[in-house]
């Protein structure tokens, strides 16, 4: 047996989602809030939890789904006191109905689909003691326990005292659950709906959605007020991007939605032009691609994703992956393809760090960061013991460090090219081992083994 927690507050205008006013009103805000909870009731009644407890502030609304047969939902009030009291005590009321595991969400990420749910009460009823989500903004969406954590006294001991609605919230709660000695399992993360840029971001990958419905119906039409594009539409005349530092390379991107864009060109310093082919990384997985992703047999991870072709890829045949970009048109796009992605620096932290068993570094991202040996001491980090990591090469024997000029105000970054040669070199010192070297389609790859 296992429960569901939808942790949630009743959209009474002006007391839910004020982040979004402005744009919004305070009642198109209640209104976006009242979807998101019907959509996340809507999907925690789909997914295979026995039970599901709706631990809400305030009164039910029209937005509680009718009940069915064997699929009713309990409703408790929360008590007073500050949101890790609640959560605590949300637990406690799931252990006092059932004493099976108890996995908790909230009405902010209407994106969490059935699916996702389920392998999160999986893990539970497997070897995992708890599951955490990641929010991007630096909290968490999920957090589940496991039949024998799930108590009134456990909940304490975990979650008392974590500073709730802070940047530190999330990494905090996860290392709670590591010093209890938990076998801690990390669901990928999610953005969570607090602004207006969060809500088309969520609506783009929910499309058919009652939160997307309510968007649309609040958003003024194309005469009105500047909205955030939608790229999910192919048809619309792309909007000019003006991205910080990448300018060139993200509005490209953007302009992959209607036509083949041109490649982008950086110059670097050296004299080597290193060139960006938007295009191929845009469109879906070739021949090439697809080589080096029959070796992905298991979790992996996609660094400089892109547009997510490859993370995409991997997510359509069953292969959990998350693709990681510092580029934001880069991981909406990868979101919009049906990729989970994170806008986040490989350098930062990551969920499931020493637990990936693959790693890929295409179309160039060998040169993240102008340290190769810093990128592949880093990605030894969050591979697991025997984990691989793919390297697309530079067709010749490059073994540069420079700095490329980008965007049109001549911002300049680190960047590293190496051939198969200075890859196999540095692999050798930082720990890998060469294990197999390929080429298709004029690219090159090299496997690299922890």
């Known amino acids: ?111 969490a689909d059935p699916s996702l ?32 954590h799930n108590t009134a006294a456990w909940a304490e001991d975990l979650v008392f005292g974590v500073p709730m609605s802070v940047p530190e919230t999330g990494r905090t709660q996860l290392r709670r659950l590591h010093d209890a000695g938990l076998r801690v399992e990390v669901l990928p993360a999610l953005r969570d709906v607090d602004t207006a840029a969060d809500a088309h971001a969520a609506a783009a990958l929910i499309p058919e ?80 691609d697809d080589c080096l992703l029959a070796r ?39 979101r919009a393809a049906g990729a989970t992605a994170l806008r986040r620096s490989v350098f930062d932290r990551l969920p499931g760090e020493g637990r990936w068993r693959h790693a890929l570094l295409i179309d160039g991202n060998i040169g993240i960061g102008g340290d190769p040996e810093a990128l592949l001491t880093r990605i030894r980090t969050l591979l697991a013991t025997g984990g691989e990591l793919v390297v697309e090469a530079a067709a010749d024997a490059a073994d540069d460090r420079s700095r490329l000029r980008v965007g049109d105000d001549g911002t300049t970054m680190p960047w590293a090219r190496l051939g198969t040669e200075a890859v196999r070199k540095l692999a050798a010192a930082t720990g890998y081992t060469a294990d197999h070297e390929w080429t298709t389609n004029s690219r090159h790859f090299i496997a690299l083994s922890t």
């Open 209 to 288: 959605s009652r939160f997307a419905a309510r968007l649309a119906e609040y958003t003024p039409p194309a005469d009105g007020p500047p909205q955030p594009a939608e790229p999910t539409n192919a048809t619309a005349e792309p909007e000019p991007w003006a991205g910080p530092v990448l300018s060139a390379y993200e509005r490209a991107l953007w302009e992959s939605l209607t036509h083949r864009p041109d490649p982008v060109r950086l110059h670097a310093e050296s004299g080597h032009d290193f060139v960006l082919d938007v295009a191929r990384y845009a469109a879906p997985a070739d021949a090439a």
């Open 1 to 111: 047996m296992s429960t569901l927690i939808v942790l949630a507050k009743a959209p009474v205008p002006g007391r839910v989602k004020t982040r979004l006013c402005p744009p919004f009103t305070p009642h198109q805000a209640a209104g976006l809030a009242e979807a998101a909870l019907a959509d996340t009731l809507h999907a925690a009644r789909a997914c295979g939890a026995d039970n599901l407890l709706l631990f809400l502030d305030g009164e039910p609304g029209p937005w509680l789904p009718k009940p069915r047969i064997g699929q009713g939902i309990g409703v408790s009030a929360q008590p007073a006191g500050s949101l890790d009291t609640r959560i605590a005590a949300a637990f406690a009321a799931a252990a006092h109905r059932d004493p099976g595991p108890a996995l908790l969400i909230g009405m902010d990420t209407p994106q």
């Open 296 to 334: 992905c047999t298991g979790p992996t991870l996609d660094i400089g994703c892109g547009p997510g072709r490859l993370a995409a890829e991997l997510a359509h045949r069953g292969v959990p992956a998350l693709g990681v970009d510092a580029a934001p048109i880069a991981v909406l796009l990868a």
């Open 117 to 148: 749910l389920d392998e999160a009460l999986r893990l539970l009823h497997g070897e995992a003691q708890a599951v955490f989500g990641p929010a991007e903004d630096g909290g968490f969406w999920a957090l589940g326990l496991d039949g024998l």
